[in-house]
């Protein structure tokens, strides 16, 4: 085997994430769908929210932006694996 030219702590910290990211699940395609109506919809409320903070409707707004800004995090955390199983897959 070829010697590592890196510290003991960084193999063990890219185990640690190697680890992590397998057990996130793939999304399936609704889901991804689902995730990316709510990234919008949180980006829309966002833009909303920065021309009047003040407006009725603001407590609502930052619910949205809150559920988009988890969908975008499901979204990244779902895909993390997806470029090593691409490249398994490719002759």
């Known amino acids: 085997m070829a010697d590592l030219d890196c510290e003991p702590a960084d193999v063990t910290a890219l185990v640690a994430y190697l680890r992590d990211i397998g057990q996130h699940e793939l999304l399936t395609l609704e889901e991804v769908s689902e995730h990316s109506y709510w990234i919008e919809a949180g980006l829309l409320a966002a833009e909303q929210l920065s021309g009047d903070p003040g407006r009725p409707d603001a407590g609502d707004l930052r ?14 955390e779902g895909n993390l694996r997806l470029r090593k199983f691409i490249e398994v897959q490719q002759p």
């Open 63 to 76: 619910r949205i932006v809150t559920l988009g800004r988890d969908s975008w995090h499901r979204m990244i």
